[in-house]
Each structure stands twice: as C-alpha cells, then as structure tokens.
C-alpha cells in the first residue's frame, strides 16, 4: 500500500535542467521525511538531498551544490528535486525514499523504483 514512485527522468544535453517528481500513495507524505539518491553505473548509491516534514533541508553531495533544489507540495502528496545545469557526471538512476524522524543517510523504509537521468550531447 505503501508506495513511492519516481518520474520525470529523461535524456538532457549537459546544462540543462529536469524537474524529478516523487509522489507518495498510501501515506501521508507530509508526515515524513523525504530523501533523494542515485545510483551511477558501477557505482554504490549515493544521497543527494533530504526534505524534512518541517521543511527543513539537508545536502548530502557537495557535487550538486547550488545547482539541485528539493521541495515539496503537501497538498499534492509529492516531492521535487530541481536539477539546474546538469553535467555527463549526474548520469544516474534517481530513488526517492521516505523515514520518519529527521534527514540521515540510512534509515529510509520506503523507496521507489528510481527514474533514469541521462547527461549526454
């Protein structure tokens, strides 16, 4: 019943930009703490930014400092991660997850199935 799922993926050109979408189903996403990660081929998963309840925010990846955002709209049970000026480096499957309690990087009970980012000219 509980469950995450990732859209907005896609193939951009490097600098520029995708808006991710987690929308929650069977829960209140308001109630919990919102995380977003990614994995690159070859390499071990990674956290990127977290949103908690409070709306407070935590970076977890000083590569995409000042150039990701992570928002969420309680109304429409749905978190977003903003990616400006993408680089061939950000290529990755991005996860939502979702936690009680504050932003960490473990922890996390639920997750969606990921949506593909693709960097590349």
């Known amino acids: 019943q ?3 799922v990732e859209s907005g993926g ?3 050109q490097p600098g520029g930009s995708l808006r991710l979408s987690c929308a929650a189903s069977g829960f209140r996403l308001d109630y919990y703490t919102i995380g977003w990660f990614r ?7 990674e956290g990127v930014l977290c949103i908690g309840s409070s709306g407070s925010r935590t970076n977890y990846a000083d590569s995409v400092k000042d ?5 969420r709209d ?3 049970n749905t978190v977003y991660l903003r990616m400006n000026s993408l680089k061939p480096e950000d290529t990755a499957v991005y996860y939502c997850a979702a936690r009680r ?3 960490g990087p473990q922890g996390y009970d ?5 949506t593909q980012v693709t960097v590349s000219s």
């Open 2 to 4: 509980l469950q995450l």
């Open 10 to 12: 896609g193939l951009v």
């Open 39 to 45: 994995q690159a081929p070859g390499k071990e998963r």
């Open 67 to 71: 150039r990701f955002t992570i928002s």
């Open 74 to 76: 309680n109304a429409k």
């Open 101 to 103: 309690g504050s932003c």
């Open 110 to 114: 639920y997750w969606g199935q990921g």
